[in-house]
């Protein structure tokens, strides 16, 4: 049974892996890697922010409430409240205005 659960698990490995170069296609294997690598942090950040809302509302006795299903324009305007309450930005002084590496948020 075990043999057969490990040679399953390889089977899946290989099928990912096969799925994975053909979407790929001609990009650079490091180079796609930051790509999904980037995307499942952007999707990470995404999450914890809206399980945080949903918290947040949850806590102040709301009713039932999804950050996820809010309008877009409603979403943004709720994301710069908690920037705005959370954390602060700073410009480093020797980089460049139009540089954003030059911009830093430090969050609480």
Known sequence: MADNKLLERDELHRSIWAIADDLRGAVDGWDFKNYVLGT??????SENLANYVNRGEEEAGGEPFDYASMSDEDAE????????ENCHHSINSETPE???RGLFFECA
Do not use: D, P, Q, S
């Open 40 to 45: 499942m942090f952007y999707r990470y950040i």
């Open 77 to 84: 305007e709720a994301r710069e409240g908690l920037v705005e």
């Open 98 to 100: 139009h540089e954003n």
